[in-house]
Every structure is written in C-alpha cells, then in structure tokens.
C-alpha cells in the first residue's frame, strides 16, 4: 500500500476503548479523535473505506485505523 501523507478533518468524534486487543498482528488499533482534530493519513483508503492515519497534534504520531465516513479531505487552493 502506498505511503500518503494527506490531510483530513474530522467531522465527528470517535472514540475506542483503550483497553480494547489490537484489531491487526501489527498491534494496531482504532484511532480516536474529535471533531475538529487534523488527521494525517498515511495509508490510503482500502475498498471498504478504512485507512491507517495519526491526529496531527500527536507528537508520537500513533497510527491506528479509522473509516473515512468519519473524515473530510482537506484541499487547499
């Protein structure tokens, strides 16, 4: 899968149980957010609309995963 580096808002909040197993063998989880919140994605879309992403204002950069229904790209003009 291609690296992306595309920025998103959110436009609602979603929120996992921290203490949830993570969903992949990679250890990855499902990526919270609130609305608002600048999204990075770093993995495109897959046909199902889930992709791999961090919050911008995470200085660790934790990927996790999320649906698209929950973010807007951002252009820029």
């Given at each position: 899968?291609?690296?992306?580096?595309?920025?998103?808002?959110?436009?609602?909040?979603?929120?996992?149980?921290?203490?949830?197993?993570?969903?992949?063998?990679?250890?990855?989880?499902?990526?919270?957010?609130?609305?608002?919140?600048?999204?990075?994605?770093?993995?495109?879309?897959?046909?199902?609309?889930?992709?791999?992403?961090?919050?911008?204002?995470?200085?660790?950069?934790v990927c996790g995963?999320?649906?698209?229904?929950?973010?807007?790209?951002?252009?820029?003009?």
């Amino acid at each position: 899968m291609p690296v992306k580096n595309e920025m998103y808002l959110a436009i609602r909040d979603f929120n996992h149980m921290e203490d949830e197993p993570p969903i992949t063998d990679d250890n990855v989880n499902f990526l919270s957010f609130r609305e608002g919140e600048i999204i990075i994605v770093t993995h495109e879309m897959n046909e199902y609309g889930w992709f791999e992403g961090y919050r911008h204002n995470d200085p660790g950069r934790v990927c996790g995963l999320s649906h698209k229904s929950m973010i807007r790209r951002i252009l820029f003009k």
